[in-house]
Nanobody, 122 residues
């Protein structure tokens, strides 16, 4: 079982930036596609972005394109989510996930972290 631990969430104001981290406990991290999702209270879990095992070709949801950037450091078993120009509608719990292939669909990711809360005030 892959253990994923997110960190870096917090309370910020609109326009601020945050960088989330997700550390994997598994040595095979570099063989896995990684993704970020988020879920606001009462809403479904939404895709944010995904990155391939090599770190190339990140793909983003339209709602965050141009503001959020996913990167990874395979030497540190860590994937990052840099979030700029945050908006109140970005308020949610943010989850990282690991899977065999990149996809925007949550069912393709078998391993999930417990999430980190991001709250953006107006």
């Amino acid at each position: 079982q892959v253990r994923l631990v997110e960190s870096g969430g917090g309370l910020v104001q609109a326009g601020d930036s945050l960088k989330l981290s997700c550390v994997s406990s598994r040595r095979a991290f570099r063989t896995e596609a990684m993704a970020w999702f988020r879920q606001a209270p009462g809403k479904e879990r939404d895709f944010i972005g995904t990155i391939s095992r090599s770190g190339g070709n990140p793909h983003y949801a339209d709602s965050v394109k141009g503001r959020f950037t996913i990167s990874r450091d395979n030497a540190k078993n860590t994937v990052y989510l840099q979030m700029n120009n945050l908006k109140p509608e970005d308020t949610a719990k943010y989850y990282c996930a690991a899977g065999a292939v990149t996809s925007s669909l949550p069912q393709y990711y078998l391993n999930w972290g417990r999430g980190t809360q991001v709250t953006v005030s107006s």
